[in-house]
């Protein structure tokens, strides 16, 4: 089992986030070749190599503290990043138990939890919380069942209901995303929420993915990687906020964009959950600074040549149009044009 080691750190004002050696090696690189284009790119979600983000279901590490301390200020801020439509409680609550079970199971000196019937016991020792509860109840808990068990879990987290052959967002914990807004998509179905972003339309690639999703299985959850680029180590990159952190994209210069520029990978997974019959699609984010991920030379020259070769459409979707050439000529100096191995990891 993993043994984690907490940081204290910050996602906003003084941005003191980072990444461990060990962090930076287990980063879920999203490249597997020198170009990128859209593709479907599912796989099932089982366990990968040991230590890696997809060693256990749900992936704990070493910045959870600081990233719940980040969701309670985002909540405290904009109570409307967590949102549920009535008919979602039945789902809310395979969340919790999806969540509880494989947080307790994969980290057992973290997270502990007790069932006897209906009545339940909850320990969460890394942010100090206790709590006993009637699994069904929402009164026995301090927030809805949804919402407690987010406030613990890194990533965010959307409901969908599936009717209509077709799958809604009616739920959903959203406190770190890359510029879209949950008030925003929710109630929209999979087509709608999807409708901004180029080309992937004309390829067919969302009417692909929704027929696959309407028959996922129960027990067999899927995955993929999402990418996009980040200035500085900001968490809640919202449209909420945009006035905070779209005026960083002006910010970087050659001599600091190592510093302040971050690849943000996102590990989707899509389970389908028994009761309710919805799907949960957690979306967890992962930053790390080019800087960082320069110290694996494989990354930076795949990354510089990915970075190069975009379409303009993704470029624009991506939000790189301010900074992508300064991080072109940054990565360059770190490209001496050997070949790059197969595959996402390091060499």
């Known amino acids: 089992m993993p043994t984690l080691s907490f940081k ?36 099932q979600h089982v366990p990968n190599a040991a230590r890696s983000t997809t060693d256990f279901p749900i992936d704990i590490d070493e910045h959870y503290v600081a990233e719940m301390e980040d969701r309670a200020l985002v909540l405290r801020e904009d109570p409307l990043r967590c949102q549920s439509l009535p008919h979602m409680m039945t789902a809310e609550w395979d969340l919790m138990e999806l969540l509880m079970t494989s947080m307790a ?6 997270f502990s939890l007790a069932r006897t019937g209906e009545r339940w016991h909850w320990i969460n020792r890394p942010l100090g919380i206790e709590q006993s509860f009637t699994f069904g109840d929402a ?27 077709n799958l809604w967002m009616d739920a959903g914990m959203v406190t770190t995303q890359a510029d879209w807004s949950l008030d925003f998509d929710l109630g929209m179905n999979f087509i709608e929420w ?17 027929k696959f999703l309407l028959n996922l299985q ?15 180590p900001r968490l809640d990159t919202s449209p909420e906020n945009y006035h905070l952190w779209g005026i960083d994209k002006a910010s970087v210069t050659p001599d600091n964009v190592g510093e302040k520029v971050h690849l943000r990978v996102e ?20 930053l790390i600074s080019l800087d960082e991920l320069a110290t694996q030379a494989k ?49």
């Open 105 to 110: 199971e994969a980290y057992p000196e973290h």
């Open 218 to 232: 129960q027990g067999r959850p899927v995955r993929r990687l999402n990418w996009t680029m980040t200035i500085n």
């Open 299 to 347: 990354w930076a020259r795949r990354l510089h040549r990915v970075l190069k070769s975009l379409p303009p459409e993704i470029v624009g979707y991506k939000g790189l149009g301010r900074f992508r050439d300064t991080a072109i000529d940054w990565l360059a100096a770190r490209d001496d044009g050997a070949a790059t191995s197969p595959g996402f990891g390091p060499d």
């Open 194 to 210: 999807h409708g901004p972003v180029p080309l992937a339309h004309d390829l067919g690639v969302f009417d692909r993915a929704l």
């Open 139 to 165: 009164a026995t808990l301090p927030q809805g069942p949804m919402e407690y068990v987010t406030r613990q879990c890194q990533g965010d987290f959307c409901l969908l209901d599936q009717r209509e052959d």
């Open 267 to 286: 590990l989707q997974a899509l389970w389908r959950l028994p009761r309710s019959n919805a799907i949960v699609f957690s979306i967890r984010g992962y």
């Open 8 to 43: 204290s750190e910050t996602f906003r004002d003084d941005f003191t986030f980072s990444n461990s050696p060990q962090a930076i090696r287990r980063f879920p690189f999203p490249f597997d070749q020198d170009a990128y284009m859209y593709s479907v790119n599912i796989e």
